[in-house]
């Protein structure tokens, strides 16, 4: 539990922006090279199943021109695990995925579906990627990712940043608590901890201290906040954030 904690920044938007107008533009490599530029320490991006944002290119493009880590967000379907194969990236993050969804609502379900899970999973890490399950922090959840493999658990942090804004808070300091004992106990069964899921500048300081807690990753409002300050001194302000409550 030493070292600086990680930044990923989820690229997806960019591509939602450009996908609305049916353009070349704006490219989502550029802005994976732009956050680079910025002190990200990796770049995530999601194929999802309907190619609403990010697209079979657009993986092709990253794989080719990045130099810090591409963590590739995928439904668990043999189409994803094929891609996934075939572009071999740092670290696969698997995600449930409807398509009726506007995003990732919750966390995967993998102690209802561990043996399937275990088995697609095994041949990613076999090809060098670090598998990571986006999950919630229910206690079995955890226990059972550490059992099937996984190196990396994402703690979903949308209900606790949603409770924030609505100004729930003693709903929002039981869910960061919760949060906080997940971490625990992921860190306990040798699993590596990420965060993630509508992370701001008001949120991201409590999630930000857990100490078992070793990359944020962080889209949407990143994207969003680009718009008005532009996504170099975005991905500042939220590094400085972290920082500041790391310290």
Request: hydrophobic letters at 45%; one cysteine or more; a negative charge.
């Amino acid at each position: 539990m030493t070292g600086k904690l990680r930044l990923g920044v989820n690229i997806d938007h960019v591509a939602t922006v450009r996908n609305a107008r049916g353009s070349a533009y704006p490219d989502p490599v550029r802005a994976g090279l732009l956050a680079e530029e910025a002190g990200a320490d990796g770049i995530t991006a999601h194929l999802r199943e309907d190619r609403r944002h990010i697209t079979d290119d657009d993986i092709e493009r990253l794989m080719a021109s990045l130099t810090r880590p591409l963590n590739f967000e995928m439904a668990a379907t043999a189409e994803m695990q094929a891609i996934a194969l075939r572009h071999r990236p740092h670290a696969v993050c698997i995600v449930p995925e409807k398509r009726e969804e506007r995003t990732t609502e919750g966390g995967l379900d993998v102690a209802g579906d561990d043996n399937r899970l275990a088995d697609f999973i095994a041949p990613l890490s076999a090809a060098g990627s670090r598998v990571s399950m986006f999950i919630g922090h229910d206690p079995r959840q955890i226990e059972v990712s550490a059992r099937i493999g996984a190196a990396v658990v994402e703690l979903h942090t949308g209900h606790y940043c949603d409770l924030h804004h609505e100004g729930r808070f003693t709903e929002r300091d039981a869910e960061l608590a919760a949060l906080k004992e997940g971490a625990r106990l992921a860190h306990s069964l040798g699993l590596e901890v990420h965060a993630g899921h509508g992370l701001t500048y008001d949120t991201v300081g409590p999630v930000a201290a857990i100490p078992e807690v070793m990359e944020l990753n962080i889209g949407h409002f990143l994207i969003g906040e680009a718009i008005f300050v532009g996504l170099k001194d975005a991905i500042a302000e939220m590094r400085r954030a972290m920082d500041a409550a790391r310290g």
